[in-house]
């Protein structure tokens, strides 16, 4: 596998990660499997704020491994602060990872469950560092807020998505995406769970403060049908390979603390 190769195949998948990217053995990998009730309550946790009304979106892409809606990061318009963070970090995008069909495909477990999908927005410190670039290698450089999907009734915001994947259908492709705000794949309750972790893709970076919410969100087993018409391949490629399956298991806590800002 020659470098910046890797994939969620047989050859290429999270086993074989390790060869290009070391750090897949390092102390603080993510995802993990939640265990609630080893979480330790902090009461001390302030709630997190998300501040997303004048966010920008620009585009929605598929980069071969998922499909991202990327966002105008060059000012504070739209962050998350609050809970663990020190300071607001930035919204630079969001993105899915999901399985084949039934209710495997998300990344981080909870007790050992599955959810059919996990939504990862990414937001990057940028009250000490310049760059998105420069916060993913950084300690505290990223906070990653995720939500679970779970198969029930259709979810009305995800439609603008599910609704755009025909334009992203190939790797390497790019299509406008304006004006969505992502606050609306939001649940009902911002219950979370938090640990110090990494990207759960390469490179793997160890720069994540993780926020998991405990709430999941219902999609339709329709939406997610939309999702796996996506190709990992790109449209040049002979062989078409569906984009399905696209998660790193849970991987070691190493004594981690997971703290809750609920009981
Ligand atoms: C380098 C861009 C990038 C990803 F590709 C990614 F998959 C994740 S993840 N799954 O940990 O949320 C990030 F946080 C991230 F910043
Ligand atoms: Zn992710």
Redesign the pocket.
């Known amino acids: 596998m020659t470098g910046h190769q890797w994939g969620y195949g047989e050859d290429d998948g999270p086993s074989a990660w390790s060869k290009d990217y070391p750090i897949a053995e390092g102390p603080r990998q993510?995802p993990i499997n939640i265990v609630p009730d080893e979480a330790v309550y902090d009461a001390n946790l302030p709630p997190i704020s998300l501040n997303y009304d004048n966010c920008t979106s620009i585009n929605i892409s598929n980069?071969g491994?998922?499909v991202?809606v990327e966002f105008d990061d060059a000012d504070d318009r739209s962050v998350i602060q609050g809970g663990p963070l020190n300071n607001a970090y930035r919204l630079?995008?969001f993105?899915f990872?999901w399985g084949g069909k039934g209710c495997h495909g998300s990344?981080h477990t909870v007790s050992g469950k599955t959810y059919t999908s996990e939504l990862?927005l990414?937001h990057w410190n940028a009250a000490r560092y310049g760059s998105?670039g420069e916060a993913?290698a950084a300690s505290d450089g990223?906070a990653?807020l995720?939500v679970f999907l779970e198969i029930g009734d259709e979810h009305r915001g995800l439609h603008k998505i599910t609704d755009a994947l025909y334009m992203v259908k190939f790797k390497g492709t790019v299509a406008d995406f304006r004006d969505f705000n992502p606050k609306c794949l939001l649940p009902r309750s911002l219950g979370y769970w938090t640990y110090p972790g990494?990207?759960?893709?390469p490179?793997l970076?160890e720069s994540?403060t993780w926020i998991v919410l405990a709430e999941p969100i219902e999609v339709s087993e329709k939406q997610m049908g939309k999702f796996r018409t996506l190709l990992f391949s790109g449209e040049e490629e002979e062989v078409r390979k569906r984009m399905e399956n696209n998660f790193?298991p849970p991987q070691p806590l190493n004594g981690r603390a997971v703290r809750s800002n609920f009981q």
């Open positions: 993510s980069n491994h998922s991202v630079k995008q993105h990872h990344e990862h990414v998105f993913v990223l990653v995720g990494s990207l759960t893709t490179p970076y994540v790193r």
